[in-house]
């Protein structure tokens, strides 16, 4: 009778210790599968911060299940942890907005440019694309806008295609329009609108990325100094100093620091506006400099974003 009873008691521990394995495998398994997209330090850290909840749940009596029920349903819990690494649900999704929403802003404004200020054929003729063609000829410089401005109207699902294709109608455009180089940066933003969300779907992007960031931000200074130095324009003091505050705002950004992106993007746009009132010899680089910091700087200060919502514990 003793014999059964002890083996009856081994059988219920061994069922029991089973039991209790499935609940919290199956929590991890969960829980594993909803947070594919972090990083594997990532997630593995997290899986071991779960599995220490059990095992000290099960040192203070409490069942698997009510470990399980203190964490919260895996949806829940793997939310919670994503706001706290600063994956707020549907945060890249809003990068890729926001950019793609930049890219039509500026092609709205290039086109603007190109029909009614930039001068047809060469700075001595005076007549502008719309004087000579009439407002067919705007309605086709707002053709890469429109383009732009089109993924944001899909599902969130199909976005990320729709993307893509604009990317790359908006290249082929920039090639085949007449004055295509002045809609070169609104490709650059829906290239980046395509390429930020997936750099960031990790949080703040690596180190490598942002020094990237930070030496593209510098080159075109660079270039313009390298210019002025073999005698093809003159280095202006002014210069010198839209240099200096590049390169600063250039090491920031690859520091980490957001403020210095939005700085950047707000230089850009200075740069498209003085282009356009000021359109010279050296327009389209400086055009094509105010392009580059826009996507820079605005993918950078997205890239760093957190939630102001504190999360969940």
Do not use: C
């Amino acid at each position: 009778m003793t014999e059964n009873t002890t083996t009856a008691e081994s059988t219920t521990t061994t069922e029991r210790t089973a039991m209790n394995g499935n609940t919290e495998g199956a929590y991890l398994r969960d829980v594993g599968k909803r947070l594919r997209s972090l990083t594997p330090e990532q997630r593995d850290a997290v899986l071991d911060d779960v599995r220490a909840h059990f095992a000290e749940a099960e040192d203070a009596g409490r069942t698997p299940e009510q470990a399980a029920e203190s964490l919260g349903d895996p949806a829940q819990f793997t939310e919670r942890v994503r706001a706290e690494l600063g994956h707020e649900p549907g945060g890249t999704d809003r990068m890729r907005r926001i950019l793609l929403w930049l890219a039509t802003a500026v092609g709205v404004f290039a086109a603007m440019f190109v029909s009614f200020w930039w001068p047809e054929g060469s700075l001595q003729v005076p007549n502008t694309q719309f004087q000579a063609h009439g407002f067919g000829i705007v309605l086709l410089n707002l053709a890469p806008a429109v383009v732009a401005a089109l993924p944001n109207f899909a599902t969130a699902r199909a976005r990320t295609v729709f993307t893509a294709a604009a990317a790359i109608m908006l290249s082929v455009m920039s090639f085949m329009f007449s004055d295509g180089w002045a809609f070169a940066p609104t490709a650059w933003l829906a290239w980046a609108a395509l390429v930020v969300p997936v750099i960031a779907r990790n949080g703040p992007p690596a180190t490598g990325w942002r020094i990237a960031g930070g030496a593209l931000a510098v080159l075109p200074m660079v270039l313009g100094i390298g210019g002025a130095l073999v005698g093809s324009w003159g280095l202006e003091l002014g210069y010198v100093l839209y240099t200096v505050v590049v390169a600063a705002l250039g090491v920031l950004m690859a520091l980490g620091k957001p403020w210095a992106g939005v700085v950047l993007a707000l230089v850009g746009v200075a740069a498209l506006v003085s282009s356009a009132l000021y359109p010279g010899m050296l327009t389209s680089g400086v055009w094509w400099a105010g392009g580059l910091f826009i996507t820079l700087g605005a993918s950078q200060a997205l890239m760093h974003a957190r939630s102001r919502i504190p999360a969940r514990r």
